[in-house]
């Protein structure tokens, strides 16, 4: 399907373009972020812990309101090919297999949310990202060790020894987000007393009929997607969530158990369990999030993504909340004179709808059954008014009178 050109952005001031901005963190928040900037004339530095980018990981999904932004960066098409176009997202009855919720994502949906929906694997997706980006824009083996004033400037300290200064730092470094600790003081992710076993593995294995492009199968006390990450349709990613007392396995995943990943559905139907069983190599991995905390930056010091509002995978939108807050905050420091007014402005803007989204994946409701979804799929954040909020003021939240620390 061809794409509309991009609608025009609002006119923006522009902060001045010799302003430094360094990102601590590569992942989908960082790499968009980066692009966006430098599109906008900016000198920034993306640091990386990792020695490098490696195929880890597994799928993620795409939704129009994502799109939207990608668009910005002239790679959309180039997503859309590479991961899939799924048919539909089908919900699923664990024991009767009855169809609970089917979205078509057909040329009517695509135009109608002015976007693609895209299943791909998150390795790719991180190649695509790297494409608008300058030569040496990203430093990997900079682990960050802190971050201390240098007159107008702030100096970041790595564990390799290296140092770098920037006017402005913006930490995209995940749930245990070093920039974060530096604003917030270091905090432990909460563990929500739920895994998530994955797996990845040739479509041949799986005996009997095609599956669907996109299936999310809802049982009593846990949850198991399935999907294609590419057209040729030849590889299926599944991702369970099983409730856990502990989790002993550190800050990543560790391998796991075929038969225990088997198991853990098989009193499932046996549309799922032909998937389940076709599985080989299994990891797992811990579900974090935090409390919410809507305090967002300090200074010259902001954050975004998993760094600032951790979103459980229950609806298959933290990587799309990212890639939103880099859309928001690139304009913001396009447009605002100081770093404090655009950080204000973009938590003003964002709090509000990750709010949503955090209590939605929270109660994991999303799209069980017929759910009005426009508000989500719908939303540009490339042409959202930027309303000015002042540094000092409190941010209006959903259910919240101001910025304080809240749970959820």
């Known amino acids: 399907m061809p794409r509309p050109a ?15 901005i360094a990102i601590v963190g590569a992942g989908l928040a960082g790499l968009t972020l980066a692009g966006l900037l430098q599109r906008a004339g900016f000198t920034v530095a993306l640091y990386e812990q990792a020695a490098a980018f490696a195929r880890i990981g597994a799928g993620i999904i795409l939704s ?24 539909a997202f089908v919900s699923r009855a664990w024991d009767t297999g009855r169809t609970l919720y089917e979205l078509r994502f057909d040329p009517a949906a695509e135009a109608h949310f002015d ?47 290296a140092t770098a200064e920037a006017d402005i730092v913006i930490g995209a470094d995940g749930i245990r987000s070093r920039v974060r600790d530096a604003i917030l003081g270091k905090e432990e992710p909460r563990f929500t007393g739920r895994i998530a076993p994955r797996a990845v593995f040739p479509t041949e294995r799986i005996p009997g009929p095609m599956i669907r492009d996109c299936t999310k199968w809802w049982g009593p006390d846990r949850h198991v997607l399935t999907y294609f990450m590419t057209p040729r349709r030849d590889e299926v990613y599944v991702m369970g969530a099983v409730p856990a007392e502990r989790w002993d396995g550190g800050d990543s995943f560790v391998p796991g158990s075929r038969e225990d990943f ?26 974090h999030d935090r409390p919410r905390n809507d305090r967002w930056s300090e200074g010259a010091i902001g954050l975004m993504g998993d760094a600032c509002h951790a979103v459980r995978p229950f609806m298959a939108a933290g990587g799309a909340m990212a890639i939103e807050d880099a859309m928001i905050l690139s304009r913001c420091l396009a447009r605002f004179e100081t770093a404090e007014e655009a950080f204000a402005t973009y938590a003003a803007l ?9 209590r939605i994946s929270i109660e994991n409701s999303w799209m069980h059954g017929p759910t009005e979804v426009d508000w989500f799929f719908g939303y540009d954040p490339s042409i959202v008014e930027l309303i000015p909020a002042a540094a000092s003021a409190p941010l209006k939240t959903a259910g919240a009178a101001s910025a304080r620390p809240a749970t959820a």
């Open 64 to 87: 129009p309101n994502v799109s939207k932004v990608l668009r910005r960066l002239d790679i959309e098409d180039e997503l859309a090919t590479t991961g899939i176009r799924p048919d």
């Open 262 to 287: 088997i198991e853990a559905f098989a009193h499932f139907h046996a549309d799922l369990r032909r998937v389940m069983e076709a599985a080989t190599d299994v990891t797992v991995w811990p579900i």
């Open 115 to 161: 976007g693609y929906f895209i299943n791909i694997h998150r390795a790719d997706l991180h190649d695509v990202l790297q494409k608008p980006l300058a030569p040496g824009t990203i430093q990997f083996g900079h682990q960050l060790a802190g971050l201390e004033p240098r007159g107008e400037a702030i100096r970041l300290r790595f564990a390799n020894g």
């Open 350 to 358: 964002r709090i509000p709808r990750v709010a949503e989204v955090q």
């Open 6 to 20: 991009p609608s025009p952005a609002p006119p923006e001031v522009r902060m001045e373009r010799q302003t430094r």
